[in-house]
């Protein structure tokens, strides 16, 4: 028997995203409300009828929509930041650290991760876990999205041919709704310093974190660090790291070169004098960084093929 599947939001960017994957699958029946959606009633049935909710809603309808659920049976994913750092809940980043996936599968309340915190968690918690990085160093994130990462508003100034820039840098107040969700699941102690900007383009991303390899403790070597990530991600279905002899012979990296995918991919670029790197996430912001990242949760919820609906 199908399991059902009720997604609140489905009509947001990411909720069509999720509704794409799904609705093809045979395992998998899905609840729709159509224009009912506005109805307050319809929606409580829905979240209280299904076996899973994937909730793609702003933080504080997000939590309503949380409490309007009484049945205890009913699992949960939730896409906004509203309870990414909630203890309660369990992260939703399943290559993060060992047992993640284990704890996914077993949760009740699963917060999906922000796009750009999957790419900075994925280049930086291997390495502060290892003791490359200390969790007292002062960390710093650069990361341009396409703009679809900005939602309806955003992807509508962009399309709408009246001179969106070509670039643009935000977040300039160092306040963004990320931060404690980055410094939190890498293990940091300081609040990481993050720099968002947005480009052109609808969707793909890259998260960088330069350090200087000289300056750190152990003056780690490029091999050093390469290896670590490596080793974190050996075993990672979605997740994989360049060969060092590939990234050196790259002039450049397309953000969106894993469009349409739940991959993401993670390089180590160095200097000959081995003093600095340059770490670089590429994923698609509406995959590994949202909607692929909530459906391989789900699969794992419910105990199905961890790469259903992903290919």
Known sequence: MPHSIFIDGEAGTTGLEIRE?????????????GDRRRDVEARREALNSADAVVLCLPDDAAREAVAMIDSPAVRVIDASTAFRVDPAWTYGFPEMAPGQRERIATATRVSNPGCYPTGFIGLVRPLVSAGIIPAGWPVT???????????????AEFESGEGAPPYRAYG????????????????????VLFAPAVGAYRQG????VPLHL??????????????????????????EVAALEETEAMSGIDPEGLNSTNRMRLHVFGDRDGEQARLVALLDNLGKGASGAAVQNLNLMLGLDEGAGLA
């Open 141 to 155: 994130v650069d990361a341009v999205s396409g703009y679809s990462g900005g939602g309806k508003t955003m992807i």
């Open 214 to 239: 000289a300056a750190l403790p152990a003056s780690p070597s490029v091999e050093v660090v390469h290896g670590a990530l490596v080793e974190a991600y050996a075993d990672a279905r979605f997740v």
């Open 21 to 33: 994957r799904l609705e093809r699958r045979s395992d998998l029946e899905l609840i729709l409300l």
């Open 172 to 191: 300039l107040s160092l306040k963004h709704k990320h931060v404690p969700e980055m410094t939190r699941h890498t293990g940091l102690e300081r609040p």
């Open 205 to 208: 991303m890259l998260v960088e």
